[in-house]
C-alpha cells in the first residue's frame, strides 16, 4: 500500500518536474526577446532594481511551505542563469568571436609575403623605446639578422609616473622609420590619442594600443577607420570578455585587422611584473579569430626568465611573440630589468627556431 503511494507520488513529482521544466524554458524564451528589446535599446542586460522587484514581488506571493529564503535563493539561480544565457547570446554575435573552428584572421602586410596569423609564428620586437638613431640601427641590424619584419618603435612611453622617460615623440617615429625602411621591416608603435592618427599614419604601419588604452572607445573607433593593422593590448585590470568588446570596437567601425597582444594579469606574485596567464591565449584562440601575440617582456618583467617563457609561448598555439632587445639594457631609458641584450636575443631566437618543426 504504502509502496504504490510513494509510486504516485512521486509520478506526481515526476509530472512537476516536467512542467516545472516546460516554464523554465518558456521564461528563457521570453528572456531572449526581451534580449532583442533592450539590445534595440542599447541598455545592458544586468537590471539591479528590476531583479529586486522581482524577488519582493515573490516574498510577498509566497504561501510555502518553502522559506521566502529558500524561493529567493532559487529564483536568483533563475535569474543568474538567464544572465548568463544573455550574456552568451550577445558574445556569439559579435564580430571577433569566432564562428567556426577554422576561421582566422590573416593580417598581409604590404609586401604579400608577411603575414599574422596564418599558422607561422610571429616575431614583433625592439627596443622598449626609441633613444637615439645608433640605438634604433643597432637593434634592428640584431632583428634583422634573424629574419623579424616587425620591428617596435616606441616613441610615446605611457609611464606610471609622470617624472619617467616619456618618449622622443614624432622624432622617434622618424628614426623608426628611416631604420625600418633601411632594414625592410615595419614600424609598430604605440598611439596615445587619437588626435595623433594622421601624424602617425606617416611612419607607421602598424598601431599599436597600450593596456592603458584597452577601453578608450573614442581612440579604438578611431582605429577602426584607418587602413593599417591595429594591435591591441589587454588592459591592466580587464578581463578576457572586457578585452575582446575592446577588439569589437575597432572591427565593428570597419578595420577587420585586428591583433591581440597578451601582457598577462596583475596578481599577487612579486617576482614576476605581472603573471602570464596561459590558460587566456588559449582561451583567446578557442573564443576569438584574431591573431594572438604573447608579450613575454611586460608580463615577466625580468629577461633572466625569457627563454623559457617564449617556449612556452610557442608552445600554447598563440600566433607570435613580442618581447623587448636593447643593445645596453642596464642603461636604457626604460624597462632597463626586462629587456634582452643583443647576444640574449641570439639565443633566444636560436632557442625558438630549433623547437620549431
Ligand atoms: C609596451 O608594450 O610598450 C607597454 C607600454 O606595455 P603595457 O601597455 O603592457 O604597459
Ligand atoms: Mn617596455
Redesign the pocket.
Known amino acids: 500500500m504504502a509502496e504504490s503511494q510513494l509510486q504516485e507520488l512521486r509520478g506526481q513529482v515526476d509530472r512537476i518536474n516536467l512542467q516545472l521544466l516546460e516554464l523554465l524554458n518558456q521564461r528563457a524564451k521570453v528572456v531572449e526577446e526581451i534580449s532583442k528589446v533592450q539590445a534595440q535599446m542599447g541598455t545592458g542586460f544586468y537590471d539591479p532594481q528590476r531583479e529586486a522587484d522581482m524577488l519582493t514581488q515573490l516574498e510577498m506571493a509566497n504561501n510555502g511551505p518553502f522559506s521566502n529564503e529558500t524561493i529567493k535563493a532559487l529564483f536568483r539561480e533563475i535569474f543568474r542563469a538567464s544572465l548568463a544565457m544573455q550574456e552568451k547570446d550577445a558574445r556569439a554575435k559579435i564580430l571577433v568571436q569566432r564562428k567556426s573552428p577554422d576561421q582566422a584572421t590573416v593580417i598581409t602586410m604590404p609586401d604579400g609575403v608577411t603575414k599574422i596569423g596564418d599558422g607561422s609564428f610571429t616575431y614583433l620586437t625592439g627596443s ?1 623605446a626609441i633613444e637615439s638613431y645608433e640605438q634604433m640601427d643597432q637593434v634592428a641590424q640584431a632583428l634583422h639578422k634573424h629574419g623579424v619584419k616587425l620591428m617596435r618603435g ?1 616613441a610615446y ?2 609611464r606610471t609616473s609622470p617624472y619617467d622617460y616619456q618618449g622622443m615623440g614624432e622624432e622617434g617615429l622618424k628614426i623608426a622609420r628611416s631604420v625600418a625602411d633601411k632594414y625592410g621591416m615595419y614600424v609598430v608603435s ?1 598611439i596615445m590619442d587619437k588626435s595623433q592618427i594622421d601624424m602617425f599614419a606617416d611612419y607607421v604601419d602598424i598601431f599599436w594600443v ?3 588604452n584597452m577601453q578608450n572607445s573614442f581612440l579604438l573607433k578611431a582605429l577602426g577607420k584607418i587602413k593599417q593593422p591595429v594591435i591591441l ?1 589587454n588592459g591592466i585590470a580587464s578581463t578576457l570578455e572586457e578585452f575582446l568588446y575592446g577588439a569589437e570596437y575597432i572591427v565593428s567601425s570597419g578595420n577587420p585587422n585586428v591583433i591581440l597582444i597578451t ?1 598577462g594579469i596583475r596578481t599577487f606574485e612579486k617576482w614576476t611584473r605581472n603573471t602570464l596567464d596561459l590558460g587566456a591565449i588559449a582561451v583567446l584562440k578557442l573564443e576569438s579569430h584574431l591573431p594572438v601575440i604573447v ?1 613575454i617582456s ?1 608580463s615577466a618583467g625580468r629577461r633572466d626568465i625569457a627563454i623559457p617563457m617564449a617556449k612556452a609561448a610557442l608552445a600554447s598555439g598563440a600566433d607570435g611573440l613580442m618581447v623587448e632587445v636593447h643593445p645596453n639594457p642596464p642603461v636604457a631609458m626604460s624597462d632597463a630589468k626586462q629587456q634582452l641584450d643583443l647576444k640574449q636575443f641570439d639565443t633566444l631566437m636560436d632557442t625558438l627556431k630549433k623547437m620549431k618543426i
Open positions: 622598449c616606441m612611453k605611457p604605440e597600450g593596456a592603458r593590448k601582457r608579450d611586460h
